[in-house]
């Protein structure tokens, strides 16, 4: 059975669609977590200034700003301003020495101290709440530091 130009030109353009087609499906859902997690900050709640131990960002209109001592400033910056959690329902097992997170966001008064367990990427917010930062997100949340030479 032979088909004729026009028919083969036909299943061409269809292959084609399709294909377009599941290639863009899996494009997309390849940049979607694949945990239930949602934004920490957004834009009713934006991230103004983070203190992490003693290193510190804060958002000014000419863009973030750091400590001194941070070495990767913008990038930091921008992974606490993009990072996304999990809501645990079970208070979990906790390992490793806990660092305090004071957060403050945008038109709010007072900062908010949650604890971070950087380690196992587990976040208590200030209401006893539980967290969980995806592993793909944790290295880019801890600053590097500049090298202290005595």
Same mark, same amino acid.
């Given at each position: 059975?032979a088909?004729s130009?026009?028919?083969?030109n036909?299943?061409?353009?269809?292959?084609?669609i399709?294909?377009?087609s599941?290639l863009?499906?899996?494009?997309?859902?390849?940049?979607?977590?694949?945990m239930?997690t949602?934004?920490?900050?957004?834009?009713?709640?934006? $991230?103004?200034? %983070?203190?992490?131990? /003693?290193? &510190?960002?804060?958002?000014r209109q #000419?863009?973030?700003?750091c400590?001194? =001592?941070? $070495?990767?400033? %913008?990038?930091w910056a /921008?992974a &606490?301003?993009?990072v996304?959690? #999990?809501a645990?329902?079970?208070q979990? =097992?906790?390992?490793?020495e806990?660092a305090?997170?004071?957060i403050q966001?945008?038109d709010?008064? #007072?900062?908010?101290v949650w604890?971070?367990?950087?380690?196992?990427g587990l976040?208590?917010?200030?209401?006893?709440?539980?967290?969980l930062?995806?592993?793909?997100?944790?290295e880019q949340?801890?600053?590097?530091?500049?090298a202290k030479v005595?």
């Amino acid at each position: 059975m032979a088909f004729s130009r026009k028919k083969w030109n036909t299943i061409i353009i269809l292959a084609s669609i399709l294909m377009i087609s599941v290639l863009t499906v899996v494009e997309d859902n390849r940049h979607q977590p694949t945990m239930l997690t949602q934004a920490l900050f957004d834009q009713s709640a934006p $991230l103004s200034q %983070l203190q992490l131990g /003693n290193y &510190w960002l804060q958002k000014r209109q #000419s863009g973030w700003q750091c400590s001194e =001592e941070v $070495l990767n400033c %913008l990038e930091w910056a /921008n992974a &606490w301003n993009e990072v996304h959690i #999990s809501a645990l329902v079970e208070q979990p =097992e906790t390992a490793g020495e806990p660092a305090e997170l004071v957060i403050q966001i945008a038109d709010i008064e #007072s900062a908010q101290v949650w604890v971070l367990f950087s380690e196992q990427g587990l976040l208590k917010s200030p209401a006893g709440n539980w967290y969980l930062i995806p592993a793909s997100l944790r290295e880019q949340l801890t600053p590097i530091i500049r090298a202290k030479v005595n």
